[in-house]
């Protein structure tokens, strides 16, 4: 079996190649010699790996993009959720009589902090980070487990009145 030399493979690839991509080859002064354009050759082939790779890498960023922005969506409107939530709930401490930071709140007292946190919010936050706080209910829930309550409390004794107490009068 005869075998070509991987040099002499690589070299008639290479002259092949060079042969393909140089097809205005032009004689100079002396008849036995060849000048090739590579610097044409290679601008030409430089634009058009360009022309074909650009559009593959814009489609790439934006499909990154887009499988970064619903996580980041949801990450940013959680911690504002939360920031809305201890916002709230420190205005209705300071707003309720007898309420105070690092004091453990009774039943009534526990819900008026929570009818007045989410009044507060109600009156002031964006429609938008409500609904994503679950409307008032989702947020009185929300403020309800951040609250330092006696032990008695629970959702029915606390967080119920505090609801009805935002509901609007029926005629």
């Not at 005869?2 to 002064?29: D, E, F, G, K, V």
């Amino acid at each position: 079996m005869n075998r070509t030399p991987p040099q002499t493979t690589i070299l008639a690839a290479a002259l092949l190649a060079s042969l393909a991509l140089a097809p205005h080859a032009a004689c100079a002064a002396d008849a036995g010699s060849v000048v090739v354009p590579w610097g044409d050759t290679l601008v030409a082939a430089s634009q058009a790996a360009a022309t074909l790779l650009l559009p593959l890498a814009a489609a790439a960023i934006t499909g990154a993009v887009a499988r970064i922005a619903g996580p980041l969506r949801l990450l940013i409107t959680t911690a504002l959720v939360e920031r809305l939530v201890r916002n709230v709930s420190d205005y209705a401490l300071n707003a309720v009589a007898q309420a105070a930071h690092g004091r453990t709140l009774t039943v009534p007292l526990g819900s008026a902090v929570i009818a007045r946190a989410v009044q507060r919010a109600l009156d002031q936050a964006p429609a938008w980070l409500l609904r994503a706080a679950g409307g008032p209910r989702g947020l009185a829930e929300k403020v309800f487990r951040t609250l330092p309550l006696d032990a008695a409390a629970d959702a029915d004794n606390t967080l119920a009145p505090a609801l009805q107490a935002l509901a609007p009068p029926s005629p």
